[in-house]
């Protein structure tokens, strides 16, 4: 061996800066099986203890990149994409996608399995019967010309550093790394070959990003590594100290995509993908100013277009679009189990990171790399900070196939809501909105 893997971990774990090349010796030895995952652990929490300098974060960024396939699209396409940092209930890639497609942009979106306490994009829609992600480049290429848009996760070809590395992430308590998230995120999304990205950078008690700080660290890292390889990237930060939306869990959040695509209201989840939205069009140059961009998104919507793009992208991909139709068709769980409040008074606090792990022990989460989803676990949670919530009245409604562990379940998450006897103020869902162009 070039180098000693201890001796790289032990310079990462004293805090000093690793070279390209042993960055690049210990990944592309840890992918050829001659380092074990027990010291590719080890250096991830070396990173995570010790940081990052910027040009390490771009190296390694680089060498995830290198170590697969490149997809690469027309110049015309003017492709984009958008990436979440992960937060509980969010589904908005599900919706965001269709209506940005539906006026003009192409989105090429590689997307991940759930990490953590909160979901993927990936589980939920294999939630609906017959729908695969597991696709070549060329099927992307071929979705995002026919469709406009197409999500799939990465193939053993496209990036499998990271593929990896981000596995083993979420089973040794490192993911809230904002080195490796920084690779994790710019690298799929390069590779990918969209020329432009939006980031939702979620902050509060359900994100990875605890507080504003963080949040600004992070996007620097963002939009620094973007400006090295030649990406504009626009990062929103948005308010995740209550579950976004009103369901939580693969099917359920489905369910509630096709709700809000056939034009029910939901409030958190509207100005959230209408922001992330209106950054794209403005991104990718299909609009040249705000009030254009709001008024091409509500022709989406109230048109129908959207919804028949997310149809034909849902048949694409093997699914069975009538779901959109019959939402019987998606998994359901045999039991509902009440959460009731034994307080009364406002909302002043969620724990929504806690209601991400009681959902786990349900099965909509996995603990392990190997764990076995429950398509139809999850919760309906509909109430945020500011509500005002009566003793006895039900929070929410926990959906299990295990009525013990969903009783469980229920307390765990009747101990995430934390009451005030005076008011509390609503808090504003997107925070802040910086770019790079």
């Known amino acids: 061996m070039k180098y000693n893997p201890v001796e790289i971990i032990i310079k990462k774990r004293n805090g000093k800066q690793l070279i390209k090349e042993e960055l690049k010796f210990f990944i592309h030895s840890y992918l050829a099986g001659k380092i074990p995952e027990y010291q590719m652990s080890a250096l991830l929490m070396a990173i995570f203890f010790s940081g990052m300098e910027i040009d390490e974060i771009q190296s390694l960024t680089e060498i995830y990149i290198d170590s697969g396939n490149k997809i690469n699209f027309p110049l015309n396409y003017k492709t984009i994409d958008k990436h979440s940092t992960g937060g509980v209930g969010d589904k908005i890639s599900i919706v965001l996608a269709p ?149 939580i869990g693969n ?88 959460v009731i409040s034994n307080s009364c008074g406002w909302i002043d606090f969620i724990d929504s990171q806690n209601i991400g792990y009681a959902l786990i022990d349900i099965g909509a989460g996995r603990k392990a790399l190997d764990s076995l989803l429950n398509y139809s676990a999850g919760a309906y949670l509909p109430k945020k900070i500011g509500d005002y919530i009566e003793k006895r009245q039900p929070i929410g409604t926990i959906f299990c196939d295990n009525k013990q562990s969903g009783k469980e379940a229920a307390k765990k998450i009747l101990e995430s809501y934390y009451f005030s006897e005076k008011e509390v103020e609503k808090q504003d869902l997107i925070i802040k909105i910086i770019s790079n162009y």
Do not use: W
């Open 99 to 247: 209506i940005v497609a539906a006026c003009g942009c192409k989105i090429p979106m590689i997307s991940g399995r759930g990490l953590g306490h909160t979901g993927g994009t990936l589980d939920k829609l294999e939630s609906i019967p017959g729908f695969r992600t597991n696709f070549s480049e060329e099927k992307l290429k071929e979705l995002v010309k026919k469709i406009g848009f197409g999500i799939i996760g990465q193939s053993e070809k496209l990036v499998p550093a990271d593929k990896r590395i981000y596995a083993l992430r979420d089973v040794s308590g490192t993911v809230d790394s904002l080195p490796l998230i920084t690779a994790s995120i710019m690298s799929k999304k390069i590779a990918e070959g969209a020329q432009n990205l939006v980031i939702d950078l979620k902050v509060g008690s359900g994100a990875f990003i605890k507080d504003i700080e963080k949040a600004d660290k992070l996007a620097e890292l963002l939009i620094k590594t973007g400006e090295k390889f030649g990406q504009k990237v626009s990062v929103v930060y948005s308010n995740m100290n209550s579950p976004l939306g009103e369901l």
């Open 251 to 338: 099917a359920l959040e489905i369910k509630e995509c096709i709700k809000y695509l056939k034009g029910e209201n939901i409030p958190d989840i509207h100005v959230l993908t209408k922001t992330l939205a209106v950054q794209m069009l403005l991104l990718s140059g299909i609009a040249s100013n705000t009030e254009e961009a709001e008024i091409m998104i509500e022709n989406s919507l109230k048109s129908g277009k959207a919804l028949d793009l997310f149809k034909s992208f849902i048949k694409a991909q093997g699914g069975n679009p009538e779901v959109c139709e019959d939402l019987s068709l998606l998994p359901k769980a045999k039991f509902e189990i009440p």
